[in-house]
């Protein structure tokens, strides 16, 4: 996956850098929020990793116009030394989907990078399934018709509230299925 970081402090952007590449993604690093929006403006990225502070753009900015652009689908995490939990709330209230504050540590922050990464494209990460008895859902390969489309969605719904659903209509808590 595409990732851009506005990292105003060379060895932060760098350690960030390191775990991302060691996990398998392609990384474009940025000082300059001003630089970074006109990249962003010429190509995709598919996760931003802000900090509060960038020269000429703050990470706040970049945000704001990249959820004016883009939209809320791509996630963006905040790496930051600014600890409190009002510039935490910060983050959120502008759009953000995470933050981690430095010292980095970078096992956790890998997995919170991947986690948002699987929520924002569960497409890109195989296949959305679960497993009710002996049925299997496969929510990637979802009937094409409107009609199947319908039937596949409230079949699946039923499914999932099975316990609820029968108690519904019979009063009683469902039996097991062998």
């Known amino acids: 996956m595409r990732i851009a970081i506005l990292q105003r ?4 952007r760098q350690s960030i850098e390191k775990v991302l590449t060691a996990a398998g993604h392609t990384c474009a690093s940025y000082d300059d ?4 929006s006109k990249a962003l403006a010429r190509s995709t990225v598919d996760l931003l990793v802000l900090d509060w502070h960038g020269t000429r753009l ?5 945000l704001r116009t990249a959820r004016a652009v883009g939209g809320d689908r791509m996630p963006v995490i905040f790496v930051s030394r600014e600890t409190s939990e009002e510039s935490m709330v910060r983050a959120f ?11 980095l540590r970078p096992a956790e922050f890998r997995e919170r990078v991947g986690a948002l990464l699987r929520r924002a494209y569960p497409e890109r990460f195989g296949s959305v399934s679960f497993d009710v008895g002996p049925y299997r859902f496969d929510i990637s ?11 596949f ?5 039923l499914v999932q509230n099975y316990p609820a659903v029968i108690r519904t209509f019979t ?8």
């Open 33 to 36: 929020g001003l630089t970074m």
């Open 93 to 103: 209230v502008n759009g953000a989907d995470d933050y981690v504050a430095l010292p």
């Open 153 to 157: 969605n409230r079949c699946s719904k």
């Open 171 to 178: 009063g009683s808590k469902p039996r097991e299925f062998a």
């Open 9 to 12: 402090d060379p060895v932060v």
């Open 141 to 151: 390969r979802r009937p094409q018709s409107l009609v199947q489309q319908g039937l």
């Open 58 to 62: 703050s990470g706040t900015e970049v």
